[in-house]
């Protein structure tokens, strides 16, 4: 298993400005993933932040608006830039582990809520 | 990945069994069933895995249909804890998988 932390839990913010949310794992993981949950709907993927090298965009992100860090194997950062109204979610961090028989078992962060006004 | 279809929502008294299906029917020869739930306002949680054989641990069991065009998992003895979205994903057991999140079941627990 593996246990995950976010930073910040919620935060309320102007349009146009950014938002930097801290992703920290208890221990090393390779595949590490960033989520959006829109008010009352499903997850969807944002990108896979890849260790030591630029992450990977899922159709409809792109790195100007979500850039990802990724320096080491316990941290992430998902930032959301010139934020809109539009950017109001829960994003959560997800890391995928190992698990019995070759399962991939994903664990999740509490999310963040972000409120832009 | 192959795409999954469940019930919007289901309804289940506490003490009984819940059995949420999900259908899979493109569901390739290489790719596993996963659920997962979301209890309002936390991260989802891993439930139960499977390929082809059912299975079963502390949560909950997994009945994969022979065809594994569909699958059930089932939650033995619910409880008003119980009460969350849970998600059927499909995807292969490598690195190179991604977990989809479709709409998922809204199961409620009722006293």
């Known amino acids: 298993s593996a246990v995950i932390s976010q930073k910040p839990s919620r935060d309320i913010c102007q349009r146009g400005t950014s938002l930097t949310i801290q992703c920290q794992v208890d221990?090393?993981?390779?595949?590490m993933f960033w989520y959006r949950q829109q008010p009352g709907q499903s997850l969807t993927l944002i990108a896979t932040?890849?260790?030591?090298?630029?992450?990977?965009?899922e159709s409809g992100f792109v790195i100007d608006k979500f850039p990802i860090s990724r320096p080491n194997l316990t941290f992430s950062t998902l930032t959301v830039s010139n934020m809109s109204p539009e950017d109001s979610s829960i994003y959560l961090c997800?890391?995928?582990?190992?698990?019995?028989?070759?399962?991939?078992?994903?664990?999740f962060g509490p999310g963040t809520r972000l409120t832009v006004t | 990945d192959a795409k999954t279809t469940q019930p919007t929502s289901m309804d289940c008294a506490e003490g009984r069994a819940a059995n949420l299906p999900c259908n899979h029917s493109?569901?390739?020869?290489?790719?596993?069933v996963y659920w997962y739930r979301q209890i309002h306002s936390q991260g989802p949680q891993y439930i139960i895995h499977?390929?082809?054989n059912n299975e079963t641990n502390e949560m909950a069991s997994l009945i994969i249909t022979e065809d594994r065009k569909s699958s059930t998992l089932i939650l033995p003895h619910a409880t008003l804890r119980d009460t969350a979205v849970y998600y059927c994903?499909?995807?292969?057991?490598?690195?190179?998988?991604?977990?989809?999140f479709g709409d998922g079941t809204t199961l409620t627990v009722k006293p």
């Open positions: 997800s890391v995928q582990v190992a698990g019995l028989a070759g399962a991939r078992e994903q664990y």
């Open positions: 221990s090393q993981v390779t595949m």
């Open positions: 932040a890849n260790q030591g090298s630029e992450a990977t965009y």
């Open positions: 493109t569901i390739s020869g290489n790719e596993y």
């Open positions: 499977g390929l082809k």
């Open positions: 994903i499909v995807r292969v057991n490598t690195n190179a998988g991604k977990s989809t």
